[in-house]
């Protein structure tokens, strides 16, 4: 299959907005004790029974995420994201598949290894505002509370340094209430990286914002997950977003279907320009899905042609004319076959 690249323009990022990094705060960062990726999960599947009707939420997703990485993960409604992210969070089990976060076998796990894993390993933040946070504390507590449970020492410093990487130094002694959303939200991910975890969930981080705090609040989860080390994995209808990561997973009926990646290329004039280009998963059976505007713009349908070359392959949409061509050459044993 030939991928299209899509060329973006893309003026710099203005370095003078850029806020408190990992090396202001040595203390900080993640520390990895695994090898390999911090997300792995194969042919995962959740089904959910209620009153004896069954719901495929994921039908065998597989997806790698390497440490350090920041994903956006994007798909319709009831496509399974929300369910992904419940399983690598360890609130909910898969019913089959592999998963590993950070090392860690979700299948496996004892019930003590998953409050662990969720105390240390895992960071989430909901979509719900009111749901991140406890409204009775101040947004130094919040962030405190779970450094108290898991008794990290130099707790007054650290709580300190997060609220200043995530921009909040001067609201610590102030409550949700007395916070705009955006900030509301900004505490929740300094809350969720306070036990220092290798990777960041958020679910629709900034689905109650408007557009100008939602692009902040994206904008800086980014840049404290880059200067902490921790990978990120978020859910988001946000354009913002998928346009500035990396890297950007789309989800379809329960399964990883197409992704794309950003990097920047130097031209021969000596340019730079970032490139975007699109990618889809394909499994152990070598089972691929293309991308839907593909298949509605070129008509795919039943079966498609497929052209291998000598570094790639060509998928066509299957016209019987070629196919009467082609049975002929079967016929008289005329194979030509390169
Ligand atoms: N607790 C549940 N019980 C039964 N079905 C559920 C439950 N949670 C989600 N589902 C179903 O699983 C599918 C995927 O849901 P979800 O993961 O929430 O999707 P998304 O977050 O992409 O909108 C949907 O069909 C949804 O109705
Ligand atoms: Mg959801």
Redesign the pocket.
């Known amino acids: 299959m030939s991928t299209t690249p899509q060329h973006h323009q893309e003026q710099t990022v203005d370095d003078s907005t850029r806020l408190a990094t990992v090396d202001d705060h040595a203390t900080l960062g993640t520390v990895r004790e695994h090898q390999g990726p911090d997300i792995w999960c194969e042919d995962l599947v959740r089904i959910?029974s209620?009153e004896g009707v069954e719901?495929q939420?994921l039908q065998g997703l597989n997806l790698v995420v390497d440490p350090g990485d920041v994903v956006a993960l994007v798909?319709a409604?009831?496509?399974?994201?929300?369910?992904l992210l419940g399983i690598l969070s360890g609130l909910d089990r898969p019913t089959g598949g592999r998963a590993r976060v950070a090392g860690v076998d979700l299948l496996s796990m004892s019930r003590a290894q998953r409050v662990d894993y969720q105390r240390h390993t895992v960071g989430f933040v909901w979509q719900q505002t009111s749901r991140n946070l406890l409204p009775f504390l101040s947004a130094a507590e919040n962030v405190a509370l779970p450094t108290v449970i898991s008794g990290r020492r130099e707790r007054a410093r650290r709580v300190e340094d997060l609220l200043d990487l995530l921009g909040l130094g001067d609201c610590a002694d102030r409550r949700p209430t007395e916070l705009s959303g955006g900030q509301q939200q900004r505490v929740a991910i300094a809350t969720a990286l306070a036990n220092s975890p290798a990777v960041l969930l958020a679910d629709e981080p900034t689905g109650e914002l408007d557009d100008t705090a939602s692009a902040q609040v994206l904008e800086v989860m980014r840049e404290a997950a880059g200067s902490l080390g921790t990978t990120v994995l978020v859910v988001t209808h946000d354009p913002t977003v998928s346009d500035h990561v990396r890297r950007t997973v789309a989800i379809r009926d329960g399964r990883t279907s197409t992704e794309v990646l950003r990097y920047v290329v130097t031209d021969e004039s000596g340019e730079q320009r970032r490139v975007a280009r699109e990618y889809t998963v394909i499994d152990r059976a070598g089972r691929i899905q293309l991308p839907q505007a593909h298949v509605e713009e070129l008509g795919l349908r039943d079966r498609v042609r497929l052209e291998h070359e000598s570094t790639h392959v060509q998928v066509w949409p299957d016209d019987e004319e070629h196919r009467t061509g082609a049975g002929r050459a079967v016929d008289t044993q005329e194979d030509d076959d390169d």
Do not use: I, P, Q
Request: hydrophobic content about 15%; proline content about 0%.
């Open positions: 959910y209620t719901v939420a798909g409604s009831g496509s399974g994201k929300s369910t």
